[in-house]
């Protein structure tokens, strides 16, 4: 990882559960991290097991390196097997520290996942993402973002109008400022990156699964380059 690092790699990553040492592991991320002034993103708490719970250390480890607000945190399924007052421990330091959380539902959709409503709720910045792209642990997985969506809708009732809403801006907004995309959005004076989807509403992107029409690159039109005739 060093090494990669020193290559020019801008972003570090770990997965707690791998390592026998899950704290160590942590330590060694966030150290590396804060060295080279990148961000850090971790498979945490992915089994949902309570022995491998290990994001209140991650939070605190955050805080105490000034990181905060510099890490994201994959799955995170252990916070729905806390009690609800462990819960709303882990929710303030989720919040103090600025961990960003991102829900793979397609990953891991046969355990309980990481409570998304509430942590919206909570005001923690959520993205969504598909973890897998046809590989050993999803073979069928595509990386397109809004059949996770989907899932995710199903699996934890984004029905109502406000849910969809939320999950919408997870897709677009909230997934932009997880990444740290810069200048995103329908603007004057921001680059012309596009993508028209053939659907009318959010709602109706998500039940049909809805095609890109058009697709706009830096203000040229690349629909029949990308996606041919």
């Given at each position: ?19 026998a040492d ?166 004057v004076g ?40």
């Amino acid at each position: 990882l060093r090494q990669a690092l020193q290559l020019g790699a801008d972003l570090v990553g770990g997965h707690t559960i791998v390592d026998a040492d899950g704290k160590r592991h942590i330590d060694t991320i966030l150290n590396l991290a804060r060295e080279f002034d990148v961000e850090a993103e971790f498979h945490l708490d992915e089994s949902g097991n309570r022995e491998h719970y290990l994001l209140p250390y991650l939070a605190r480890r955050m805080m105490e390196l000034g990181l905060q607000g510099r890490v994201t945190g994959i799955h995170c399924c252990t916070l729905s097997a806390l009690t609800p007052e462990e819960r709303r421990e882990a929710l303030e330091l989720i919040r103090e520290s600025s961990l960003k959380i991102i829900s793979a539902p397609t990953a891991i959709a046969t355990r309980a996942l990481a409570p998304v409503k509430e942590l919206l709720a909570a005001g923690v910045l959520v993205g969504i993402g598909s973890d897998n792209v046809r590989d050993f642990f999803n073979p069928i997985g595509c990386g397109d973002i809004k059949q996770v969506a989907l899932l995710l809708a199903y699996v934890q009732r984004f029905f109502t109008a406000e849910d969809i809403k939320q999950l919408w801006d997870m897709l677009t907004g909230k997934g932009a400022a997880l990444l740290g995309c810069e200048g995103y959005g329908i603007a004057v004076g921001r680059r012309a990156d596009v993508t028209v989807l053939a659907a009318h509403s959010p709602v109706e992107v998500l039940a049909k699964q809805a095609a890109p029409a058009v697709l706009i690159r830096g203000g040229r039109d690349v629909t029949e380059e990308i996606l041919g005739s």
